[in-house]
């Protein structure tokens, strides 16, 4: 019983780095800076941010059940940060392959479209950092010299009773 759990999680790990290394080619062969890191517990790529200016190196893309996806990463070897995107490669490739009937003509549109995507998220990306740099220095004092913050959870500093 447990030879054959640990046979299908073997299963799935060949599958994986076998996934992520067909990924990595792709962004290589469309001169994208990629490093593997399929030999960690947790296999992973690293595609590095293409957009002029990046405020973060890169992102992390490895699999999730059975699909991939990414997050922000600032260095290479370091941790995550932030939400996960999902990237649907399959889904894409079916949908592709509905409506072009050729196999190989599908898979090319969905590598473009995956490089489409992932320059595009770090084009965004860096639009929204400078945006919100731009934003977090305008906040100007009010007719009395205070600045309002916006709370997302409740104020308990209200609660409290002053016995003086």
Request: proline share 3%; hydrophobic share 35%; glycine share 4%.
């Amino acid at each position: 019983m447990y030879k054959g759990f640990f046979e299908f999680l073997d299963k799935k790990a060949r599958q994986t780095k076998k996934q992520l290394g067909l990924m990595k080619q792709v962004f290589e062969t469309n001169n994208m800076k990629v490093r593997d890191f399929m030999e960690t517990e947790s296999p992973y790529i690293f595609l590095s941010n293409t957009s002029p200016n990046p405020t973060f190196d890169g992102i992390r893309i490895y699999k999730i059940g059975e699909t991939l996806a990414f997050r922000v990463q600032n260095e290479s070897d370091t941790h995550p940060y932030g939400r996960s995107y999902m990237l649907d490669v399959e889904a894409m490739y079916n949908d592709l392959l509905a409506d072009h009937k050729h196999e190989e003509k599908a898979a090319k549109i969905v590598i473009k479209q995956i490089i489409k995507e992932l320059n595009s998220f770090f084009e965004q990306s860096e639009k929204a950092e400078k945006d919100f740099k731009i934003g977090a220095f305008e906040n100007k004092p009010d007719s009395l010299g205070k600045i309002a913050i916006r709370s997302t959870g409740t104020d308990y500093a209200n609660l409290v009773n002053s016995k003086s």
